[in-house]
Structures are given as C-alpha cells and as structure tokens.
C-alpha cells in the first residue's frame, strides 16, 4: 500500500513509512492510544520498532485490549505510562511504581484532553477503512477518541478492513489523519466467561429490580450477562451504556429491548464503546438500531437522566455498612479505575424512576472474604459515596439504602452479606454503637422459596408485589405496618388492642430463626421504599411436627390475594420441612378468614372460647 487515501482530487491521510516517525513524535511527547477493543497495537510496535527516538514519551490511555508491549519494564527510561483506567498491562505497572494512574469520571476525559488540563501531541487510533465520502468510522470505540482526534495535532491511523463500521456520532474524516498503516488483522475477542450459581442468583435478584420500560446501562462480565439472562419476560427495555456485550444480542433479536419507551433517541441502543465476540461485531457493523457517540454524551448525567426508569448496574471490590463503594482499588493497590460507574449512578440516581444499584458477590478468595466490610480496606477510595447508592445486590437479596439511616443500612447490608460473616459484622457495628444492644441476627434463609428468596405476585388489583422473609432490618417497616392497623384489625389479630410496638420488639417479631420457625410479608416497592401490607408467621411445635400460624392483611389490600399468597406459601414450605399439621385460631366473626382457610382445606374445630375457632389442616 504506497499511495494516498484521495478525495475529490485533494490527497491526505498518507501512508505511513518507517521513517516517518520522528516527522510525528517529538521528545517529550504525550501519546494518545486508542481505547479497549481499537487498541492499534500493531500501529503502536511499528513505533517502537522504527522510531529512533523514544525520549520522555508519556502514553494515555483508559482500558486497552491487547499485549501493551509499551508498558514493558524495558521502556520504562523511554516510555511513561498514564493510564486513566487500569488494564491488566498497566494495573502491575502502576502499582510496580513504573507508570502512574490518573482517577477520573469517564465523562470529564474528555474535557481533559480538550481544556488542556492534559494536553495531547499525537493520538495513534484504529479506524475502518473510508467510505466513498471519505469518512472512516472509529468503529468499536468512539467513547474518549473522538476528542481525543479533535485535541491532538497529529492523528496517526492503523485502518483496519475488519474494524466493524458503526453509526452514531463515530466518524472521522480523512483530512483529519495525517498518517494510516493499514493493518488487516482479526479484532480482538473477549468472553465474559461461564456464570456460576451465585452469580445467577445475583442476576435474579437485580432482575427483580428491572421493571418493563427501563433503560438499562451494564458493562461486561458474568453478572451483568446473569442479570439479562433473567429479563426474557420483560417487555419494552431500552439501552444507554457506555458499553456494549454480547449479552444484549438475545434480547435485541428476541424485541425484549426495542427501546420504545425512551425518551431520548427513541427506538436507538446508544453506546460509546463495545468488546466481545467476532458475532458481536457482525451484530453492529452498518446496524443503523445501534448508534455510537462520545463519552462526554453518553456518560453525561444530565444526558443519562432524561430517560425514564434508567437502572444503572455496576460492581464493586467492597462495600462498607454505610454504603460506601471502593471499586478502584484493593486496599492500597489500585486496581482498575472509576471509569463511568459514578457518571451512571447519579444519571440513574436523577431519573424518573431510576434505580442505581451495585451487584457483587458476598465473599471473595473462594469464600475466606467477605466483601461487606465495616470499614473499607485500609487505604482504598471510595468511587461511589454512601450518599449515590440505592441499592446493593448479592447473591443473598437486595439491601434498599436511599433515605435509610446508618442502622437500617446496617441491618440491611449485613443481611445480605455470607451467613458465616453476619454475626461478626453485627458485634463490630454494635461496638461502634451504631446498634442497640438488642440487636441479634437470626438466619433467615429459606431455600425452599426458591433459588432467590422472593417471589413476584401479580395479584387482582393489577399491581405487582414481592413475597419474601420477614428479616432484622424489616423492624421500622413492621412498625409502619402496625400502625397503619384500624382497631378491627387488631382486635382480630391480637385478641386485644394494643396502643404500641416498640422497635424492641418489632424487632424481636422479624429476627425470627427462619429455618425453625416461619415469617413472610408481602411487600409493595415504591422506589426504593418497601412497605409492607400482609404478613403470615408460623411457629413450629418441633415434637408434635404441628406449626400453629397467623396472618394480617392491611386494610386497603384485603380481597386482592394476599393472604391466599401466604398461605400456599407456608403451606408449601411446611410441607417440605415435613410438618404434618397447621392450626390457626380466628375469630368466629371474622368470615373473610375463615372462608380463605376453608378455601385451601381448613376444617373448624370448636375451643372453649365460643367467640374463637380452631382451624386446622393435614399436610
């Protein structure tokens, strides 16, 4: 290839020759590379190969996919690195002392390069071939090089025939390259590697988060793949990430998303930057559904946020009990970067209906670490403040956040950290008086619910519902629920009318041994708030094999199916922990009750007390 890309009679774009270098790099140069998966690597060991001076070179970059030959140990008296979001490559540089690490939102990258707070001599990018029009599409990665090739002086181009062409704001024109080396090589493939079971059961749970119409943002890996493999039975998603995967590809094809609902690019998945499989970029190529724009757009909140019901999904190394997030460094050792994680959290956190959530796993280092901590690792950062989060996911439920106080995040975090941790958790926030004494933990895993302890209920009013555990953090909710009770209630409840639940003892109702005995509530999500309007108990007599339970419906729920819910589900749940009998006393005025026990095989039995009946049942 010896001559030059020409337009309309005007050549530019040249070909690049091994001389040329020193034309291009000067000493003391800072060097853009192109971002993951348009990582020019080829283009950039031409340069190390063929230029005859590398001196005081300073290299910037985000995540790069590929062998980062420029971050060897044998350039570091030639090359400094300066990496805004660590890679593999870069992460053992940096914390070797060999290169530096810049923190910073994705979305003010940009403005880095542009304001001169980091000003650029050369950016070294990969793009497609021109079209007819002379236009080369920055292809699998727009996000930070568009602006990037608007602040350099010098934009050095490996043209690649097999970059996919992607739409959106993702084009280049030849007049603004000043060199190409064309490189025809196979894009770089990364897996997200198989899902395990804890990792499904965090993609449940996340799920149930979900609701039809949201605007979905989720990066790569197993728990965002575990997340979309549960949403096949939404209806109307929408997509605006800063990164694309494979694991959107079925829910497109399958019109799951379709992004009808959006109120910003309607009926577009928007993007800045994608990786994944060879079909992943057959997917995208010339895919007018799917449009790629700059960082400092897709990443802005403002941007984020006029979109209705965004639900931002992101991870995280550790969480403290306060909700603090360190995702960029283990402790002292940085690890990977803030990158767009806060940017999406607070777009969700102003949307209409936005729910931004961290998913991780409990433990790491197979199970010896918990990575719900009382307080982060000495000497990590926080990336996402207690103030940002609403929700925090693992494998053992949701923990809600917003508006909730240091106790009730507290509570709400340790509960959904490892059994085998929980207790320690609990003395640690009780000795920093962040917890009454009072406060114990009782286990309240209840496998025989299923893989993730709730359950959605469509129920006769049309709206939707979750069944799940009464647990310790419910007490503030159980108190509500008391108090909203009308004296009619509560007399057919408690045989009495009592005048107040103390947080004492609601909290000694929820704290119950869930493997023993049995306490659900039926919940009804408004934002992050939970309240509960049904809750269904029993209390297990080990030597008979017998459990005698009770049930309350709030008022303004009764007859749209609750207590039916919570009956079939103690029923089911007795009967696999082999219970052979349930009672339950009611009120013999109390008709409604009686014709739901009786509906699921109840039979009356007579007491000594004529105003009660004995309701029982064989299971």
């Known amino acids: 290839m010896g001559i030059p890309f020409t337009l309309q009679g005007v050549s530019s774009m040249i070909p690049l020759t091994s001389g040329d270098w020193s034309k291009y790099v000067r000493p003391g140069s800072r060097i853009f590379i192109g971002s993951n998966a348009a990582c020019p690597d080829t283009l950039i060991q031409h340069y190390l190969t063929h230029a005859t001076e590398i001196i005081d070179i300073e290299m910037v970059h985000i995540l790069t996919i590929g062998k980062g030959v420029w971050t060897s140990p044998k350039y570091k008296d030639r090359i400094r690195v300066n990496a805004l979001f660590l890679d593999q490559n870069s992460r053992v540089s940096v914390n070797q002392g060999l290169a530096d690490y810049t923190p910073c939102f994705l979305s003010e990258i940009p403005g ?42 010098i934009v050095i181009a490996q043209v690649n025939p097999k970059m996919p062409r992607t739409l959106g704001q993702s084009f280049i024109h030849v007049s603004e390259i000043d060199a190409y080396l064309e490189v025809d090589e196979a894009m770089p493939v990364v897996s997200s590697g198989e899902i395990d079971e804890v990792t499904l059961k965090i993609g449940e749970y996340v799920a149930s988060l979900i609701e039809n119409g949201a605007t979905l943002q989720m990066g790569i890996g197993k728990i965002p793949d575990a997340v979309l493999r549960n949403l096949t039975n939404h209806r109307d998603l929408g997509v605006h990430t800063e990164m694309f995967s494979d694991g959107i590809l079925p829910l497109l094809k399958s019109g799951v998303i379709n992004n009808s609902k959006k109120i910003i690019h309607p009926g577009k998945t928007i993007t800045s930057f994608c990786m994944g499989s060879q079909k992943l970029y057959d997917f995208i190529h010339n895919n007018a559904h799917v449009e790629f724009h700059p960082s400092e757009y897709v990443n802005r909140p403002m941007v984020i946020a006029k979109n209705k019901k965004v639900v931002a999904i992101n991870s995280a190394i550790e969480v403290d009990l306060t909700g603090q997030v360190a995702s960029d460094s283990m402790g002292r050792r940085f690890y990977s970067g803030i990158g767009g994680q806060v940017d999406f959290i607070r777009g969700a956190a102003m949307s209409e209906g936005g729910r931004p959530i961290i998913a991780l796993p409990s433990t790491a280092k197979g199970g010896e670490v918990s990575k719900i901590v009382t307080s982060l690792a000495a000497g990590a950062g926080v990336v996402t403040s207690r103030g940002d989060v609403h929700y925090v996911v693992t494998e053992y439920g949701v923990a809600t956040l917003r508006g909730r106080s240091i106790r009730e995040r ?15 958790l609990l003395k640690q926030v009780r000795e ?23 359950q959605k209920l469509a129920l006769k009013d049309g709206k939707e519902y979750i069944l799940r555990p009464l647990k310790s953090s419910d007490d503030r909710r159980l108190q509500e629920f008391f108090y909203s009770h009308t004296k009619e209630t509560l007399w057919q409840r408690y045989r009495n009318i ?122």
Request: glycine fraction near 8%; hydrophobic fraction near 40%.
């Open 112 to 153: 880095l390069f542009l304001e001169g707070v980091l000003p650029l001599d050369v950016a070294l990018i990969s793009v497609t071939p021109p079209d007819e029009n002379g236009y080369c599409s920055f292809g699998v990665s727009v996000d930070i090089v568009s602006a990037a090739c608007r602040a350099a002086p």
């Open 410 to 424: 507290a509570l709400e975090l340790i509960q959904i950290a490892h059994p085998k941790f929980r207790e320690d």
């Open 432 to 454: 920093y008086g962040w917890l009454p004494a009072y406060h114990q933990h009782g286990s309240v895993l209840i496998p025989e619910l299923g893989s993730v302890e709730l």
């Open 498 to 619: 009592p005048k107040l639940m103390t947080r004492e003892y609601a909290h000694q109702l929820v704290n119950v041994d869930q493997s023993k005995d049995l306490a659900l509530c039926i919940v009804e999500r408004h934002g992050p708030r939970e309240v509960i309007f049904a809750v269904g108990r029993y209390y297990l007599d080990e030597q008979k094999k017998s459990a005698q339970f009770g049930l309350v419906v709030s008022e303004e729920k009764r007859g749209v199916g609750m207590a039916t819910s919570l009956m079939r589900s103690m029923m089911g749940i007795g009967r696999k922990r082999g219970v052979v009998e349930m009672t339950g006393m009611v009120l013999a005025s109390n008709l409604v009750m009686i014709r739901v026990f009786e509906k699921h095989g109840f039979t009356q039995h007579p007491t000594l007390d004529p105003s009660e009946i004995e309701m029982r049942r064989s299971l």
